[in-house]
């Protein structure tokens, strides 16, 4: 595969070149962990993108197999001393992966539209409606053609999330007033998952910076950010979403003070609008602009400094790292510093904190049996911090971590940090 001038592909060989093969990144790796095998670790797909990107081997199903395998969750990047950008290697290759059309075309019609049914807070709602009141979701599995096909064939049935209700009812109004004297204005984005599964943890997120002096502004037309297309290697597609989501926010990007998400996947990307566009004529002044604002609401709380919190809460947390919050925005004491100022909170590290839970976007329903393994090992990490509650700042892993909770008979709860500092302003 040669680089072409002006595609996503241009950077590709010097971003692989930077690779010593050092091997700081295998026990990084989640999946070299499970398989001791070196072309499911970070290395090992960088030299067989490269290899083939030389000619010195074909694409094929098991290049595919590697890249497919990967969690995207960019852990290697935190242990790789020569700042290899695998983040970015990882899309790249799956973009020229998915525009090559190896892929069965049933599946890949299969995956597209699983996408676009989770990108579709409206659709994503029918879906899971339709799914309990017909049972065919039965125990939250996915029928077995419909999980055979978008995961290669794979016997491990996938599992979907449950449904908390669906936001549509109850929109955020598109301005809140800060509740105390005004300090910052600032935007939200409700979601994709997020509205769908988690709408109380939105609405705790408005309360939280109202509380804070802040003025929330909700755009009404913002929809998704392309953060699940981008790491799918549906790039354009992706792009498009991009666009879409910096026209809804035009309006307000002169008024706000920072763009505040709480959800991790979604951040990441968007930190990363300023480079995807930075060859768009039309949008790459505001792509940057966007990116510029974005913070995480625990980094802008730590940011601005929190107030006072006056109710307790008498619980034993442990604190889960969303991969794309710890290792691609590399916020990890923030939401630990705003935990230890809650009266009467007990906070105790769990072992792994920072390994991917199995989740990873549509991972867990793609690739279910690796899915299946992180998820247990990650329960058990759980388990043995003997804590209450746990904590994460991601919608995915929030689902597939309480799913993981319920199969094992486990009465921990867990939530999204912000839902108990809404509980401790309250």
Not at 118 to 139: D, E, F, I, M, R
Request: charged letters at 20%.
């Amino acid at each position: 595969m040669e680089p072409v001038e002006g595609s996503p592909f241009t950077e590709l060989a010097s971003k692989t070149d930077r690779c010593i093969r050092c091997g700081f990144c295998l026990d990084a790796c989640p999946t070299f962990r499970l398989t001791g095998q070196e072309t499911l670790s970070p290395r090992g797909r960088i030299y067989l993108v490269k290899s083939w990107q030389e000619g010195t081997v074909s694409l094929d199903h098991n290049v595919m197999h590697a890249l497919d395998t990967c969690l995207g969750c960019r852990a290697c990047e935190t242990a790789c001393p020569s700042g290899v950008e695998y983040g970015s290697i990882l899309e790249m290759a799956r973009t020229h992966m998915e525009s090559t059309h190896l892929r069965p075309p049933f599946q890949a019609f299969a995956r597209k539209q699983l996408l676009n049914v989770l990108t579709n807070p409206k659709l994503l709602s029918v879906s899971l409606a339709a799914g309990k009141y017909t049972g065919t979701l039965t125990h939250g599995r996915m029928p077995t053609f419909a999980a055979r096909l978008l995961s290669g064939g794979s016997s491990a049935p996938p599992k979907l999330p449950h449904s908390h209700g669906d936001a549509g009812a109850r929109a955020i109004p598109e301005r809140s007033s800060a509740r105390t004297s005004k300090r910052y204005t600032v935007a939200i984005l409700e979601g994709c998952v997020m509205r769908v599964l988690f709408a109380s943890t939105n609405e705790a997120t408005v309360r939280v910076l109202q509380a804070n002096g802040c003025e929330v502004i909700a755009p009404p037309h913002a929809a998704c950010c392309g953060a699940l297309h981008l790491h799918s290697g549906l790039h354009e597609d992706a792009l498009v979403r991009c666009r879409a989501l910096i026209d809804s926010l035009t309006p307000y990007l002169n008024e706000i003070d920072a763009l505040v998400i709480n959800s991790a996947g979604c951040g990441s990307t968007l930190r990363e609008y300023g480079t995807l566009l930075r060859d768009d004529k039309a949008y790459c002044e505001r792509a940057k602009i966007i990116s510029d604002k974005v913070r995480d609401i625990c980094e802008w709380l730590e940011e601005i400094g929190p107030a006072p919190m006056a109710n307790m809460i008498a619980e034993t947390v442990s604190y889960h790292d969303a991969c794309h919050l710890a290792h691609a925005q590399k916020i990890r004491e923030q939401p630990r510093a705003l935990l230890g100022r809650i009266p009467g909170l007990k906070l105790v590290e769990m072992e792994e904190a920072d390994t991917c839970c199995g989740s990873a976007g549509t991972y867990n329903i793609t690739e279910p049996a690796l899915a299946a393994q992180l998820l247990a090992r990650k329960v058990e990490h759980i388990r043995k911090t003997g804590a209450t509650t746990i904590v994460t700042g991601n919608p995915g892993c929030l689902a597939w971590i309480e799913q993981g909770l319920e199969e094992q008979g486990l009465k921990i709860k867990i939530c999204h940090p912000v839902e108990l500092l809404d509980f401790a302003y309250r």
